[in-house]
């Protein structure tokens, strides 16, 4: 099937109306998300700062770009001109510098929590004592600039539909847990981001409000440049 029948798929079949899709382009060229565009596609993301500007460059302006991997505080000024959420917060001083570089661009950047939820070594993301630490900081007080839209999780890599599950399920029991403490009175506090091509059915069954799926609607990734492909 063609990425615009994968989309049209996703959405008319799989994909209730108020889950968003976040199409994940990373690796892919900047003719075949142009292809999604036409499909009716609004909505990308991308996880190299680099690689994410110059296909923002060339492509129409009404996407809205979403950063979904680990980014470095030395890299965020070149996104915050247009980025439109930034999904992988993981600390205060990534918050802080997303506060700088919108606040020159006179602009409020919408961000996601990044919450570790696989039983996996990886890398990013805030236990659930980090998360509430950073929202009670001081710190965190200050910043005018970058809104808190939700929480972002990324699943175990696993056959086992249960351990997944439970994983989103902790995911949404924080979440929820969050806005009564935090975000009573703010009604933008509404995502959670979790499901990606292997496990976004069951992330909707458990509450996710918004996927990110790369493979199912362009194949898979083949370690090879953008630009080459
Ligand atoms: C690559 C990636 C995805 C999409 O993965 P697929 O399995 O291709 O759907 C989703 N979320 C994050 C954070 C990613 O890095």
């Not at 200050?142 to 939700?150: A, P, Q, Y």
Request: proline share 1%; glycine share 6%.
């Amino acid at each position: 099937m063609s990425i615009a029948d994968n989309i049209k798929t996703l959405k008319t079949q799989t994909v209730p109306k108020k889950v968003s899709l976040v199409a994940v382009s990373k690796t892919k060229s900047v003719a075949e998300i142009q292809e999604a565009y036409d499909a009716g596609q609004r909505l990308f993301g991308e996880n190299m700062v680099q690689e994410m500007v110059e296909k923002q460059e060339q492509l129409p302006k009404d996407i809205q770009w979403h950063q979904i991997g680990h980014l470095q505080t030395n890299k965020v000024k070149y996104i915050a001109p247009f980025i439109s959420m930034i999904e992988s917060v993981d600390s205060i001083k990534l918050l802080q510098e997303i506060n700088k570089q919108a606040l020159k661009n006179n602009r409020v950047i919408d961000c996601l929590l990044q919450i570790y939820i696989a039983d996996e070594e990886t890398k990013f993301g805030l236990g659930f004592d980090e998360a509430i630490e950073l929202l009670r900081s001081d710190e965190f007080a200050e910043l005018k600039n970058v809104k808190i839209r939700g929480l972002m999780g990324i699943a175990t890599n696993t056959d086992m539909e249960k351990q997944i599950r439970d994983e989103f399920q902790e995911l949404k029991v924080f979440f929820e847990g969050l806005k009564q403490s935090f975000f009573r009175k703010e009604e933008s506090f509404n995502v959670i981001s979790m499901g990606m091509s292997a496990d976004y059915e069951l992330a909707i069954e458990e509450g996710s409000t918004m996927i990110r799926v790369g493979s199912t609607i362009f194949g898979g990734r083949v370690i090879k440049h953008w630009k080459n492909n």
